[in-house]
């Protein structure tokens, strides 16, 4: 088991860790791609199967198509490389930025009470999660579904009431 | 995979008895493990096989409807063409640019093959007969699909030709956008059955009213609006006509697959196709009762014999379909997805809970909830379909 868990956690920091020395921006969101994917498989050794195929779904299916859209229809060039870390201001600021966020998380993760049961695989079904997402969780479930169909409802508005083809678009 | 129906006639417990024959040598923990060697090997046999065949299907079928003989010199009926095909594919050379990404060019093939076969695993062929057993397991089907469109941008960006790259960034827009109205028309089957768990779901469409209307999904007002808009999305997230932009072999120059020949052209369209049988394979599971059979008196065939009629019967749709429909245009393909099908997705949801919280009327109550689901699942399509036509109009063309 706990060799399993090595060799994934090996696949998801090393490709993370790949993704943040690379230089070419389209292969980091690659091996970030994989990164997320190794999440998706800790959270099966854990035995959380919903969480990760909703991490596969989510992170693979959909965030890495953002980042690939945003990456594509913002750089100039294919060969565009990105600037040397050469400046000496730009890598004190860059690790700044890094510690503090490292920081802020590890804050967080040092003072949430987290719960550690006994058990190796604590196997909570979907039923299980659904009942507790229904029932104790309720509100914060309504209040995230609510927002998605906001979001859901204002994309179909956007293309809903995009401009009207014009009479000079023919071909 | 469990043990199989213990109570069920001969044929219907056939493939649990050659599986159980073929491993009772073996010891206990042993065992477990050639079962699921051989689930996986019996699905991509049975697949890879249907896909050969497929491949001579379409054509023999496209040739039927458009008044010619299709493959017809390569043995009885053309029937050896899949393997002069494949002869080919495996013998032409494997070209890969220069420029290219040569470890991202590679691997784009066989990540986008091996996410479709993943899909193979939790669709249920037959009574107990899936491969894997998940709680989640429509979810696992949906992750392991959109994950295949990491894939296609891999291809089209790992060839360093432009051509690849539009085409990729387009068939991602498309995929995209059809992979929620996708996932929005299997949610009320969810919420109907109250499970994710796809044999369960087959479970729940079990029975007859007055012993002879199955309870499938399709056969309810919302099931049947959702099954459009899955079958719709099913036909554009398999890259197929009227949806195939992606690669229109003759209007681009095959898009992402540009650079690409011999065997990795072929996996590529190996993936289309299983993708396509994995998505017909879910269609079936979510909406036309899986390998239940249609009328009581028809139960003796065993079921996965209708599992594969009912595939069988999709796929010939998806393939009539394409003889039938001409290529959309991008924005077309766009528009019909974000303003008519994911709105009539979305109202279907309301329809479909409607239907659900309706479940104890009876008697003239129930000629009602008819009505209503009815009109729940038609009025949007009437207004929406009117919608996306109004101010389009007759198109004319100066160069054409």
Redesign the interface.
């Known amino acids: 088991m706990s060799a399993a868990l090595a060799i994934v956690a090996l696949a998801t920091l090393g490709s993370a860790a790949a993704a943040m020395l690379g230089r070419s921006l389209l292969r980091s969101i690659f091996m970030l791609a994989v990164s997320w994917a190794g999440v998706a498989a800790f959270y099966m050794w854990a035995g959380a199967q919903f969480v990760a195929f909703a991490q596969v779904l989510i992170y693979l299916g959909a965030i890495s198509m953002v980042a690939l859209f945003a990456v594509l229809l913002t750089r100039q060039s294919r060969d565009e490389a990105p600037p040397p870390p050469a400046a000496l201001r730009r890598a004190i600021l860059a690790v700044v930025a890094a510690a503090g966020v490292a920081a802020v998380l590890l804050w967080a993760v040092a003072h949430s009470p987290l719960a550690v049961s006994g058990s190796l695989a604590p196997a909570t079904s979907v039923r299980q999660l659904g009942f507790d997402l229904m029932g104790r969780h309720a509100a914060a479930l309504l209040v995230v579904g609510v927002l998605l169909t906001i979001a859901l409802l204002g994309a179909v508005v956007l293309a809903a009431d995009g401009a009207q083809e014009r009479p000079g678009d023919e071909p | 995979m469990s043990a199989g129906p213990t109570d069920a006639h001969l044929l219907e417990r056939a493939p649990f008895l050659l599986r159980d024959w073929l491993t009772h040598a073996l010891p206990e923990p042993l065992r477990w493990f050639a079962n699921t060697l051989i689930a996986i090997a019996a699905i991509l046999a049975i697949f890879g096989t249907l896909f050969a065949l497929l491949t001579l299907v379409e054509r023999k079928v496209l040739g039927r409807v458009q008044n010619r003989p299709g493959p017809n010199r390569t043995g009885w009926f053309g029937i050896l063409q899949p393997v002069a095909d494949g002869i080919k594919m495996l013998t032409k050379e494997d070209i890969v640019p220069r420029a290219a990404?040569p470890l991202?060019h590679f691997l784009a093939p066989v990540a986008l093959l091996g996410f479709s076969v993943l899909t193979f695993a939790v669709i249920p062929y037959g009574r107990d007969l899936v491969a894997v057993r998940?709680?989640?397991g429509v979810?696992?089907f949906?992750?392991?699909g959109?994950?295949t469109?990491?894939s296609i941008?891999?291809a089209g960006?790992s060839s360093n030709n432009k051509y690849a790259?539009v085409a990729a960034?387009r068939a991602?827009a498309q995929l995209?956008s059809y992979?929620?109205p996708l996932l929005l028309s299997a949610v009320p089957v969810v919420l109907a059955a109250g499970?994710?768990?796809a044999p369960d779901i087959v479970e729940s469409q079990g029975g007859f009213t007055w012993g002879f209307v199955p309870h499938w999904h399709v056969f309810t007002p919302w099931g049947a609006a959702a099954f459009l808009v899955f079958f719709i999305s099913a036909l554009s997230e398999s890259n197929r006509s009227p949806f195939d932009l992606p690669e229109a072999e003759s209007e681009l120059i095959a898009g992402h697959l540009t650079e690409y020949s011999g065997f990795k052209y072929a996996l590529f369209f190996m993936a289309e196709y299983f993708g396509m049988c994995s998505l017909c394979g879910m269609a079936v599971t979510l909406f036309l009762g899986g390998w239940q059979a249609p009328l009581a008196a028809l139960e003796f065939i065993p079921s996965y014999a209708w599992f594969a009629l009912k595939l069988c019967a999709l796929l010939l749709v998806f393939i009539w379909i394409r003889a039938t429909l001409p290529r959309l245009r991008m924005?077309q393909l766009?528009?019909f997805a974000?303003?008519f099908l994911?709105?009539l997705a979305?109202v279907n949801l309301a329809a479909s809970a409607f239907w659900s919280l309706s479940f104890g009327w009876a008697g003239p109550m129930q000629a009602l909830r008819w009505a209503i689901g009815i009109a729940l699942a038609v009025g949007p399509f009437v207004l929406l379909g009117r919608?996306l036509g109004a101010?389009?109009g007759p198109?004319?063309?100066?160069?054409a």
């Open positions: 990404d991202l998940l709680d989640a979810l696992y949906f992750a392991a959109s994950a469109e990491l941008f891999m960006w790259l960034m991602l995209i992979e929620l499970t994710l768990s924005d766009t528009r974000w303003k994911v709105p979305l919608r101010g389009i198109r004319t063309y100066r160069y």
